[in-house]
């Protein structure tokens, strides 16, 4: 299974979900995660992102900020976006409906979940990045649930 976590700039809500993911998911899983914009291409993640994940013993200091790229869409089996504009642009780049089918809202797959949007943290404080990881680790937990009650 080929993971692909997106939002906006790929330095916060993302890269928390693809460390969180990776958590829950046995290693031969492929998790990545990029973004739609290229503003922030070969940066860390924004170090508050990888001090929320520290705290909850998950490294991503090492990751880097990607552009999500046609190829993604053939190379990953579901694409999970993190808001209506990441999914919007992300859907906007596929090349037919097969690719199509691959990309979701993340939090969709809570299903009772009343906003399936994941709030982008970017222009908040600790507490707000705390808020996103512990719906990332909703979602992801569901995500995995999911996959094992597949295989």
Known sequence: MKILMV???????????????????????????????????????DKRAIKTAANHTIDISRQRSRPITTADFENFDKIYCM?????????SKTENEEQRQKVSLFLEVLGDHKN????????????????????????????????????
């Open 83 to 91: 808001d209506e504009g990441v999914l919007a642009d992300a859907i």
């Open 7 to 45: 939002c906006l700039g790929n330095i916060c809500r993302s890269p928390l979900a693809e460390g969180i993911m990776k958590t829950k998911l046995p290693e031969n899983c492929i998790v990545d995660s990029a973004g739609t914009i290229s503003m922030h291409e070969g940066e860390h993640p």
């Open 116 to 151: 399936t949007e994941v709030p982008d943290p970017y222009w908040g404080d600790m507490k707000d990045f705390e808020n996103v990881f512990q719906l990332l680790d909703k979602g992801c937990e569901k995500i995995a649930e999911n996959l094992f009650l597949k295989s």
